[in-house]
């Protein structure tokens, strides 16, 4: 694996010395599998905003372990109160459909969800489950459709076409740093060919020496409602023990 | 007196860790309940609620965990004030272990069924006994929990010495339902027969798609059966029995694309059963049940649930106050709108043999971070003998208020 990861980078770096640019899929791999560290702990701050201007607040505590070739994501609630100690689990499985749990307090046991929900908004947020992490490079068709330069960063352009039916985007536009492969900026086209959401890197920098997105946003262009995420307090390769990324073990809050 | 020497442990722990702890977090959570009974328009409920929570860490491995409950409802005859602790419990987390020791609740199985034979409840309202969240019903027991990973295994166990049963209404109280009483004689009190100690065990894994778990328990009967006896002519002696049987079964879900699929077979041994002979009146027997129910998700986020559970009792016969089989149906459909601030909620529970039901449409509304609003209906129907049907004259509308500090 770290040698694929390695030949990536490398083709990624040497691509436009060479006048071969990588294909799509190949930038969205190397996105993938970039090499952020053994494990992560941090928070996310979140604001949304109405069309009224009315704000809610939501804080969350992510923690994430890599295992080989699998990524396994804790999510637990911090605010608001109704939602306290909520906490969500994703085992990322790179070949098969990904395993997730919900554990919510008020019924004191963990419960699987179906791969459906992945679709549905994230905590009334206008990410998706399936935009905070589990999407796979072969779930979509990846075409490079062209270069650019996005605030001063040199960019790959690429359309990512949904392979499933039921997704509800029909395709999105990414744009790829070619820096560091890490998506900086997304639109999301609906059924209808509309711009339905737009994502926008707002602040990098690097952690450990680890870039890492510190903040951005998603805005419902139709909804015209927006939310904006903070991540602070990131820290990588921790020593995070597996036994909190168990199913069993959702109902002990992480300190 | 077992039970009164768990919190002093706890206290003693508790003294040990305070030296290296974190601030404790506290939160609250106050509440208004009213329900209004459609037929007369009579106050039903008029529930206040102050629920306090402490969550203390004192060390990265160890939290204390408190949580109490002040209940007003001058409404409610037989429940008009409680002061009661919910949870007091120390967690603590090591490498491969965690052990919680205290007051607390646990919840095991893929329905609030057959395998949650750690639910002991207080069904002093018998409309909301049946409905989710069982949280405010369950009595808490002082438990201990432990926990252990053997690679993709994890097995845990729960033992419990406290005898607490059921909190059913007594006579008088709303919601009173008279044990089934012989004919002709007069009885006398002879006290009760409670075995005091819980066990659980169980094993679980995730396996691809598949959650399994595999359960073990020993646990007395929560609602009480009687046995009687002659004390001379025309009188009998009756004792109200909490006996031990044991519980075996297994728990599963699958996920499946859009769909989870859940399910619970098991099988409880020896238990006692209430017949209406008037001697003697309790007879013991085996009990077979099965769940399945399917998760679904329709339009990205209308989440639907379907529901059976049924139970079969084959030795039982024309004595037995309890039928032989009884099927239960449970429908549940959510729909989030406008960014989860508004969901909307049916809850339909149907008893397959007395074709009673219980219908609950209601609406939920996050007002602001902290402010929730609640509203809906508990309609009941069917025949004035079945478990929902005498509440037909008796349905109401509720709402409620919470906001939580």
Avoid at chain 1, 103 to 126: C, E, H, M
Wanted: aromatic fraction near 12%.
């Amino acid at each position: 694996m770290r040698l694929r990861i390695f030949t990536l980078s490398i083709l990624l770096i040497a691509a436009p010395a060479l006048h071969a640019a990588p294909t799509g899929e190949e930038i969205m791999i190397a996105v993938s599998n970039r090499d952020v560290g053994r494990d992560e702990r941090g928070e996310v701050q979140m604001v949304l905003e109405d069309s009224h201007g009315e704000v809610r607040e939501r804080r969350l505590l992510r923690l994430r372990l890599t295992e080989g070739t699998e990524e396994k994501l804790r999510i637990q609630f911090l605010f608001p109160p109704d939602v306290r100690d909520a906490a969500f689990l994703l085992y990322d499985h790179p070949d098969r459909d990904d395993d997730r749990w919900l554990y919510l307090p008020s019924v004191r046991k963990a419960k699987r969800i179906s791969g459906a929900q992945k679709y549905r908004n994230f905590l009334g947020t206008d990410f998706t489950y399936d935009d905070l992490g589990g999407r796979e490079p072969y779930e979509d068709t990846h075409v490079l459709e062209g270069e650019a330069v996005m605030d001063g960063r040199p960019v790959y352009r690429l359309r990512s076409t949904p392979k499933e039916s039921e997704n509800p985007y029909a395709y999105r536009q990414v744009w790829v740093w070619k820096e560091a492969p890490i998506v900086l900026k997304e639109e999301y086209y609906d059924r209808h060919d509309k711009l339905r959401k737009r994502m926008r890197v707002l602040k990098l920098d690097r952690v450990q020496g680890i870039w890492t997105v510190r903040a951005r946003e998603m805005v419902d262009v139709q909804e015209q409602h927006r939310t904006a995420l903070t991540f602070v307090l990131v820290r990588y390769n921790t020593g995070l023990s597996p036994d909190l990324f168990r199913e069993q073990a959702l109902d002990r809050p992480v300190p | 007196m077992r039970s009164r020497r768990a919190p002093a442990l706890l206290v003693l722990a508790f003294a040990c860790g305070v030296a290296a702890a974190e601030p404790p977090v506290w939160h609250l959570r106050l509440a208004n309940e009213t329900a209004v009974e459609t037929k007369d328009g009579e106050v039903a409920k008029f529930r206040n609620l102050i629920e306090p929570e402490l969550a203390w860490d004192l060390s990265p491995d160890l939290r204390l965990a408190a949580s109490a409950r002040l209940l007003w409802d001058p409404r409610f005859e037989g429940w008009e004030n409680e002061a009661a602790l919910r949870e007091l419990a120390l967690d603590w987390k090591g490498e491969g272990t965690a052990i919680k020791a205290g007051l607390q609740q646990v919840v095991w199985g893929q329905a609030s069924g057959f395998l949650s034979s750690f639910d002991v409840f207080h069904p002093r309202d018998l409309r909301e006994f049946v409905l989710p969240p069982f949280d405010f019903l369950r009595r808490p027991l002082w438990l201990l929990r432990a926990q252990r990973g053997f690679g993709a295994w994890t097995l845990e166990a729960l033992w419990s010495p406290q005898a607490l049963m059921d909190h059913a209404p007594g006579p008088g109280e709303p919601f009173y339902v008279p044990p089934p009483q012989p004919a002709g004689f007069v009885l006398v009190d002879g006290g009760q027969g409670v075995d005091h100690q819980r066990l659980g065990l169980r094993v679980s894994r995730n396996f691809a798609a598949w959650d399994l778990a595999f359960i073990y328990m020993r646990v007395p009967r929560n609602d009480a059966v009687f046995w009687r006896e002659s004390a001379g002519t025309g009188v009998l002696r009756q004792t109200e029995l909490h006996r031990a049987f044991d519980v075996v079964g297994l728990s599963f879900a699958r996920a499946s694309r859009d769909t989870v699929w859940r399910g619970e077979l098991s099988t409880y041994r020896d238990r006692d059963y209430q017949t209406r002979a008037a001697i003697g009146g309790v007879q013991q027997a085996d009990q077979l049940n099965a769940v399945l129910g399917v998760d679904m998700t329709f339009f990205t986020d209308l989440e639907v649930s379907v529901e059976a559970g049924y139970r079969r009792i084959p030795q039982a016969t024309d004595e037995f106050i309890e039928p032989k089989a009884r099927t239960t149906w449970l429908f549940q459909a959510r729909q989030p709108l406008w960014h989860d601030t508004v969901k909307l909620g049916l809850t339909v529970i149907m008893n397959q043999r007395d074709g009673d039901s219980l219908w609950r449409p209601g609406l939920e509304w996050a007002a602001s971070d902290r402010l929730t609003l609640s509203a809906g209906f508990d309609l009941f129907n069917g025949p004035s003998t079945s478990p929902f049907g005498r509440f037909a004259d008796r349905d109401r509308f509720y709402a409620g208020a919470a906001y939580r500090f």
